[in-house]
């Protein structure tokens, strides 16, 4: 499978612990997204790489969550001190620049709950 | 501000018959779109996209309307199939390719 890899799919956490949700985009592509979603909303933006340069960060972005992709392959999106409002499904996306587009291409998604 | 949403959150239809999916955005300066279809506890998947110098473009049994003057998009699936029943969502793309999402509008398929 050359698609968007997320890992792990499920996790469940106490409030209060870190998680961290791993991405590993499409090969050769240089771009890629964190976004979360809520049930019953559509995804909300969260933060964007190109390459390792995180380029921006959305106000949902609090201090307790970070992003990184230190060489510019695979993403890391961790959350510290989770709160119950954490819980949500956080997707990866990628894309690399093409002369038709810039189509984003979505992973299957962490759920996360905080119990 | 920018938003893109959905007129109808649910839309029934029945097997073989076409649909559409409707969706409006508020920024005149949108110039990429792209329809998503989301399964229970799935990625959004890519569908199609379209950009602003067109305003029809067609895959396999879909296709996607776009009337600048209205600011206004439409997806049309031909021949609904069960395996069509999702939530489809339209994202414009924004700023550092930033997709912006509605809501979602879910498609229910009868026999």
């Known amino acids: 499978d050359t698609g968007v890899s997320q890992n792990p799919r499920h996790k469940i956490t106490k409030r209060g612990q870190n998680v961290t949700f791993r991405c590993d985009p499409i090969?050769?592509?240089?771009?890629l997204y964190w976004y979360r979603q809520t049930l019953g909303q559509g995804p909300e933006f969260l933060t964007y790489?190109?390459?390792?340069?995180?380029?921006?960060k959305s106000r949902l972005l609090s201090d307790r969550f970070s992003a990184e992709r230190p060489k510019g392959s695979f993403s890391t999106l961790e959350i510290q001190r989770t709160e119950q409002g954490d819980s949500a499904m956080y997707l990866c996306?990628?894309?690399?620049?093409?002369?038709?587009?810039?189509?984003?291409?979505f992973g299957e998604g962490s759920w996360l709950t905080v119990v | 501000g920018e938003s893109v949403g959905l007129h109808l959150p649910t839309l029934s239809v029945q097997e073989g018959d076409n649909s559409i999916i409707n969706c409006a955005y508020s920024?005149?300066?949108?110039?990429?779109f792209i329809w998503y279809k989301q399964e229970s506890g799935k990625g959004p998947q890519f569908i199609i996209d379209?950009?602003?110098?067109?305003d029809k473009r067609q895959g396999q049994r879909v296709t996607v309307l776009l009337n600048k003057t209205v600011k206004h998009l439409s997806l049309q699936i031909a021949a609904t199939q069960p395996g069509d029943s999702a939530v489809y969502f339209c994202?414009?793309?924004?700023?550092?390719?930033?997709?912006?999402f509605g809501a979602g509008t879910r498609l229910a398929v009868h026999p």
């Open positions: 996306a990628s894309s690399a620049r093409t002369g038709s587009g810039n189509t984003i291409y």
């Open positions: 090969s050769e592509h240089n771009r």
């Open positions: 790489f190109q390459n390792e340069a995180q380029l921006e």
């Open positions: 920024n005149s300066a949108s110039d990429y």
């Open positions: 379209i950009r602003s110098n067109m």
């Open positions: 994202a414009d793309l924004g700023g550092y390719n930033k997709l912006i």
